[in-house]
Each structure stands twice: as C-alpha cells, then as structure tokens.
Nanobody
Framework: QVQLVESGGGLVQAGGSLRLSCVVS????????TAWFRQFPGKQREFVAG????????LYGDSAKGRFTISRDNVKKAAYLDMNDLRPEDTAVYYC????????????????WGQGTQVTVSS
C-alpha cells in the first residue's frame, strides 16, 4: 500500500521560510509525479506546485511563483517544497499527492494523498 507522509509544517513569522517534505513508502518505482496542494478552512484544495518524476519539469500555482520551489529526490523517494517569504495568507494545511499521469493543477488528477501538515504564518 502506497503511503505519503508529510512533515515540516509549523508556526513561522511572516517573511520566514519552511521546508515541507513528503516521503513515499510502499512503492518500488519512482515514475510518479508529485504535487503540493493546500487547503484553507471551508475551501477546496488549491494547487501549489508540481514536479514530474524525473524532476525535469515543474509547475507552479500563481501563489507560489517566485517564492516556493518544488524538488524531489528519487533515491530517498521524497519530494520537497521550499517556501520562502511566507505570508499570513499562506496559512493552510499542505498536502502532497502523487500521480502516475501528467502533473496537473486539478486535484482529481492525483490518486494518493498524504495526511497533510499545518503551516501557520503569523503577522
């Protein structure tokens, strides 16, 4: 059974940085795309960033461009989201998800999800 475990969330002041990690277990291959989404209370999940399985292509949502960087390490079967210049409006639960298809912004394109990690940015 494939499992995704996110970590790295927490409380940070505005302007600070965090690195989220997503480790994949229970899957022997690495040819899956990975994306990060976030969810605000009462809202649908919002695409943050995605990366294909080779790491050669990345995709960013408007809120992430210029501040966040997605990367992956196929040896460790992990993906990362480096978040800089965090703002109070970035406060949300962040989820990682994987797909065997093309990385897209639609959460319906992903079959496996982690449990989420809370990111809170204070002003």
């Amino acid at each position: 059974q494939v499992q995704l475990v996110e970590s790295g969330g927490g409380l940070v002041q505005a302007g600070g940085s965090l690195r989220l990690s997503c480790v994949v277990s229970g899957q022997t291959s690495v040819n899956w795309g990975t994306a990060w989404f976030r969810q605000f209370p009462g809202k649908q999940r919002e695409f943050v960033a995605g990366i294909n399985w080779t790491g050669s292509k990345t995709l960013y949502g408007d809120s992430a461009k210029g501040r966040f960087t997605i990367s992956r390490d196929n040896v460790k079967k992990a993906a990362y989201l480096d978040m800089n210049d965090l703002r109070p409006e970035d406060t949300a639960v962040y989820y990682c998800a994987t797909t065997i298809l093309v990385v897209v912004e639609d959460p319906l394109g992903y079959g496996t999800w982690g449990q989420g990690t809370q990111v809170t940015v204070s002003s």
